[in-house]
């Protein structure tokens, strides 16, 4: 599993002109590993993130997704296999949990995976497979014990927990994660960043990160900045002790 983006151009109307986002951007992320990207506001990690889960589609350029069920060039995708691929080969986690209040942490989990559309809810034998496998997730993010709470009943580390759970739920080839600890504290955060590296490793999912705090970048495969719509690698100095 992998994604590669090769000479990615974005562009938004910008009155009678037109605002370039990305710039012939070029990223290839193994799978297994994470490709954490920083830069100011508004230097295009957004619209990176978008076009990778794609929510946008660019001007131009090729964004290949290597699954174990094949390969599909993410920017030429209908709006409808848009959403298929996004259910399917994707997992995303947004800033902000976005969990359903009226549901519990388990069945976050399940209904993700009902939405797979893999047919997991035929059967009574499916629908316990599917309980299993998301108590398995709860209990890999540290959640078995808060299985049956709703998210006004847990913190706001354990509900982004849960959102990361949940983006693994279909087993995806690509993790977009868009700034996983900006509503945490520095502790919380941590906790949060070890999970997605631990996971993304063990799950072999092609792993996108976009972050601001330069805290956690030595964590991470690899680093790019992205400045006015132009990404390039960045060398990141190894923590001392």
């Known amino acids: 599993m992998s994604l590669t983006l090769t000479d990615i151009t974005l562009t938004y109307p910008d009155g009678t002109d037109r605002l370039t986002a990305l710039d012939r951007v070029n990223l290839h992320v193994p799978g297994g590993t994470i490709a954490a990207v920083t830069g100011p506001s508004g230097s295009g990690k957004s619209s990176l993130l978008a076009v990778?889960?794609?929510?946008?589609?660019?001007?131009?350029?090729?964004?290949?997704?290597?699954?174990?069920?094949?390969?599909?060039?993410?920017?030429?995708?209908?709006?409808?296999?848009?959403?298929?691929?996004?259910r399917t080969a994707m997992g995303i986690v947004f800033q902000q949990p976005n969990l359903v209040p009226a549901l519990t942490a388990l069945e976050q989990l399940e209904v993700t995976a009902h939405l797979g559309g893999r047919g997991l809810f035929r059967s009574g034998a499916d629908r316990r497979r599917t309980r299993s496998h998301a108590t398995e997730l709860l209990d890999a993010v540290g959640l078995a014990d808060q299985s049956g709470k709703r998210p006004a009943q847990l913190s706001g580390?354990?509900?982004?927990?849960?959102?990361?759970?949940?983006?693994?739920?279909?087993?995806?080839?690509?993790?977009?994660?868009?700034?996983?600890?900006?509503?945490?504290?520095?502790?919380?955060?941590?906790?949060?960043?070890?999970?997605?590296?631990?996971?993304?490793?063990?799950?072999?999912?092609?792993?996108?990160?976009?972050?601001?705090?330069?805290?956690?970048?030595?964590?991470?495969?690899?680093?790019?900045?992205?400045?006015?719509?132009?990404?390039?690698?960045?060398e990141v100095p190894a923590m001392t002790s």
Do not use: C, F, K
């Not at 990778?52 to 920017?75: F, H």
């Not at 927990?161 to 087993?171: S, W, Y």
């Open 157 to 234: 580390g354990q509900r982004q927990r849960v959102n990361i759970a949940r983006a693994l739920m279909n087993d995806p080839a690509l993790l977009v994660v868009d700034e996983p600890t900006s509503a945490l504290d520095s502790e919380r955060g941590a906790a949060i960043i070890d999970l997605i590296t631990t996971i993304a490793h063990d799950h072999r999912a092609a792993t996108i990160l976009v972050t601001h705090d330069p805290t956690h970048l030595h964590r991470m495969d690899a680093v790019y900045r992205m400045v006015d719509g132009h990404l390039a690698p960045l």
């Open 52 to 86: 990778a889960a794609t929510l946008i589609r660019p001007d131009s350029g090729t964004a290949v997704l290597e699954t174990n069920s094949g390969t599909i060039d993410l920017a030429t995708l209908s709006r409808r296999a848009a959403a298929t691929a996004r």
